[in-house]
């Protein structure tokens, strides 16, 4: 399985206005960003070698490399924890 996840394309922008959260973008960006969030959503965890028993899938989203310069960084994780090593896995 590819670990690597969709890049994000189009316009996207998150920022921070009036103590709210707001993701805004053009079509194919709002489009991108749902299959991002698909991708880590379906994503076998268990199969990551790198991640250790406990920790959680997680992609960081950079201003200026990823969405609008204008954007603050983002971390998107799954809630649910890796269960095994992986090692005992075939």
Excluded: C, N
């Excluded at 969709?6 to 960003?33: N, Y």
Aim: glycine fraction near 10%; charged fraction near 30%; aromatic fraction near 6%.
């Amino acid at each position: 399985m590819s670990m690597r996840f969709p890049r994000l394309t189009g316009r996207i922008s998150i920022t921070e206005e009036e103590g709210k959260v707001v993701i805004a973008g053009d079509p194919e960006g709002l489009r991108s960003f749902g299959r991002l969030l698909t991708w880590l959503g379906d994503a076998d965890q268990e199969k990551w070698p790198y991640l250790p028993p406990g920790g959680h899938a997680h992609i960081h989203i950079y201003p200026k490399d990823d969405i609008s310069a204008d954007s603050r960084e983002v971390e998107l994780m799954r809630l649910d924890a890796k269960r095994s090593s992986g090692s005992d896995e075939q």
